[in-house]
């Protein structure tokens, strides 16, 4: 019993460390690809990186759905998007304020507010089928070329990156290939550790999405953020989050119940998702506020999702 201990706890660090080691590949291929045909950057941190960050909670909750249950995977976005806006921002924001971009304000964070309300709705009967996995893709599919609209419309000024506009580079190809392939098996650890572990310990499945994969997957957002908080890059912080709490749900919620239907229990219903709406509902209003994100904010976003994992402990 001790030894399998031992080995769950190896087999999640070791996936800790390829998700992050593969999200760090993909950031830096992806993110230099997209600067490379002329995506202005705040663009670029919201659509190409922050879908990037989003591939660890895909393949962790698409595994977790096929191989243990769908509460694995709802817990693991759901967690995930919680951890992104208090624990990944507000960290972020305590090391340096963070300045929204108008443009993610007026055209970005109305889809993530969207994409929470449209989860809150379509879960509201304790499940999410094929139906609404295919609703979520649509969605998706206008958010993007919503995006790709006003990315004609708006092109990047050249002084965004002096890399902009350089075309594709083999080196980024094979860096978002090498990152692509850490994820996968990156993840299969993740979800072999974490669920062996925590379920050898008396834990439920969904309480194991929720905190342990959760966390381990909201790594790369957390390490693009605070280096762009640290580099200054602070709309690219903020952009990273918003573009991928709109991709967990809409992208990887979508993908697995077209996959699999996924079941939300009664507690989740009553808890989970209606703070997953107030987290959302609290950073759009310090957003407004100021356009800016100040230490006092990181501090308050912090300790609410202190107390958000206080009150999942069983």
């Known amino acids: 019993m001790l030894s399998d201990v031992w080995l769950f706890v190896l087999l999640l660090l070791a996936g800790v460390v390829a998700l992050y080691a593969g999200a760090e590949l993909l950031v830096a291929g992806a993110g230099q690809l997209a600067l490379g045909i002329g995506l202005r950057a705040a ?12 591939a660890p909670e895909l393949f962790v909750s698409t595994i977790g759905a096929l191989e243990v249950s769908t509460d ?44 929470a309300f449209l989860l809150l709705a379509v879960g509201a009967n304790g499940r999410i089928g094929r139906l609404e996995g295919a609703i979520f893709l ?72 929720l905190t342990v994969l959760a966390l381990g997957t909201s790594l790369p957002e957390l390490a693009a953020s605070v280096i762009g908080a640290v580099r200054d890059e602070t709309g690219f912080a903020i952009g990273n989050v918003v573009g991928s709490n709109i991709y967990n749900i809409l992208a990887v919620l979508g993908i697995v119940a077209l996959i699999t239907p996924i079941e939300i229990a009664p507690s989740t219903l009553r808890f989970e998702l209606p703070a997953l709406v107030v987290f959302t509902l609290v950073l759009v209003a310090m957003m407004w506020y100021g356009r800016r994100l100040s230490r006092l904010d990181g501090a308050v976003l912090v300790l609410g999702y202190g107390a958000f994992i206080y009150l999942l402990v069983p």
């Open 138 to 209: 649509l969605v998706l599919t206008a958010f993007t070329g919503y995006l790709i609209h006003w990315a004609n419309v708006d092109p990047a000024p050249e002084v965004d990156d002096p890399d902009a506009g350089q075309g594709i580079v083999v080196k980024d190809v094979a860096l978002v290939i090498g990152g692509l392939i850490a994820l996968v098996v990156g993840s299969r650890w993740l979800v072999s550790g974490g669920t062996g572990l925590l379920s050898a310990l008396g834990f439920s499945d969904l309480f194991i999405g």
């Open 72 to 115: 694995v995977g709802l817990g693991a976005i759901l967690g995930s998007n919680v951890a992104n806006i208090g624990l990944v921002l507000g960290v972020a924001a305590l090391i340096r304020p963070l300045s929204v971009d108008e443009a993610v304000m007026r055209r970005h964070v109305p889809f993530m507010v969207l994409a």
């Open 43 to 54: 663009t670029v941190g919201v659509t190409v990186i922050a879908f990037a960050t989003t």
